[in-house]
């Protein structure tokens, strides 16, 4: 690990000028001259492997006491960007009117890391594209950008089916982003000019020809809070990985329904583990709304939310498998108790 500053921000202000300070580098190896610490399980983990190089560190944590509240309200849910993941999984409220948030974040890591790990830094985690993590392989258009990807003609099993392009096949690692997407949650930040807020679907940007460009985000901004309008006791996420334990989803579906009478009346899903970002499945949607549930629509379902994915040599099992994920998830979401 190479050496840096350290910088603990008592206030918002104070950290948004900290990290403000250093703008973007020109080399995106170093992602930032500065970077926010809260749980640091991403951000130390690629410090060590040497991806990222912050020249300075600015310790959020402090911030905790304002930023950390899980606020269920009437029609909506509030969450702090430093919430950590295992409270937030725990809260009864959520476990109640949002099981699919409670789900992806249980199955999102380990219990150790669930209790490190905060609700901001898990959707800013990066790839786990083993090609990006492995600064001996200089051809990664996230690390440099223009030297080719060597997961194009390399071992891709792992990687994106969905929203690729010609420079970058990384999937987007995390679960809780689908939940957040798939609920239409937006996501306040902050910044050198006060607090703004934007879609959930906004803030990752597919990789096009800019892989190097993950998110929306200014240099200097910082997550502060997510919010989830209504309430849907009539959700899940399902993940499929490699083993039960902690893992990485190879597909996973967030699902979240509006049932009456046997006819769904509101669809909500979002895909994981397949995609290079969050991915919200608009056309299934769609195809869902105003009918009548069965097998045969589960599978058409499934078919329409994978029908312009490009597998390549070892992930082409991936559009199978997905779309048995969410033929299921639709069945259990279906057939749920609420």
């Not at 690629?46 to 560190?57: E, F, G, N, Q």
């Amino acid at each position: 690990m190479r050496s840096f500053s350290y910088q603990r921000a008592t206030d918002p202000s104070m950290a948004v000028q900290a990290l403000s300070a250093a703008a973007a580098a020109d080399n995106p190896l170093t992602q930032a001259t500065a970077q926010p610490l809260a749980g640091g399980t991403t951000l130390i983990d690629l410090m060590k492997l040497d991806v990222m190089r912050p020249a300075a560190i600015v310790d959020i944590n402090p911030l905790a006491q304002g930023w950390s509240a899980i606020e269920p309200g009437s029609g909506s849910l509030w969450l702090g960007a430093l919430a950590k993941m295992s409270d937030a999984a725990a809260n009864e409220d959520i476990q109640r009117n949002y099981p699919v948030i409670a789900d992806s974040l249980k199955l999102a890591a380990s219990a150790q890391l669930r209790n490190m790990a905060t609700l901001g830094g898990n959707v800013m985690q990066r790839t786990r594209c083993s090609y990006f993590r492995d600064v001996s392989y200089e051809n990664c258009n996230k690390r440099n950008p223009g030297s080719g990807c060597a997961a194009m003609d390399g071992v891709n099993r792992m990687h994106a089916v969905l929203g690729t392009s010609e420079q970058c096949i990384a999937t987007y690692p995390g679960d809780f982003a689908q939940a957040l997407i798939a609920l239409d949650a937006t996501v306040e930040v902050t910044g050198r000019s006060g607090t703004r807020s934007m879609p959930f679907a906004e803030l990752h940007k597919p990789p096009g020809n800019t892989p190097e460009i993950e998110t929306s985000l200014q240099p200097g901004e910082l997550i502060s809070a997510f919010v989830i309008p209504g309430r849907w006791p009539r959700s899940v996420y399902l993940k499929a990985r490699d083993r039960q334990s902690y893992e990485f989803a190879l597909s996973s579906a967030a699902v979240a329904l509006d049932v009456q009478d046997g006819t769904i009346r509101d669809a909500r899903i979002a895909l994981g583990g397949v995609a290079t970002v969050p991915w919200r499945a608009r056309e299934t949607e769609a195809l869902l709304k105003g009918r009548k549930f069965d097998d045969g629509l589960a599978q058409r379902a499934a078919d329409a939310a994978f029908a312009d994915a490009k597998g390549r040599r070892h992930n082409s099992f991936k559009i199978a498998l997905g779309k048995r994920v969410v033929a299921r998830a639709l069945q259990q979401a279906v057939t749920m108790e609420i």
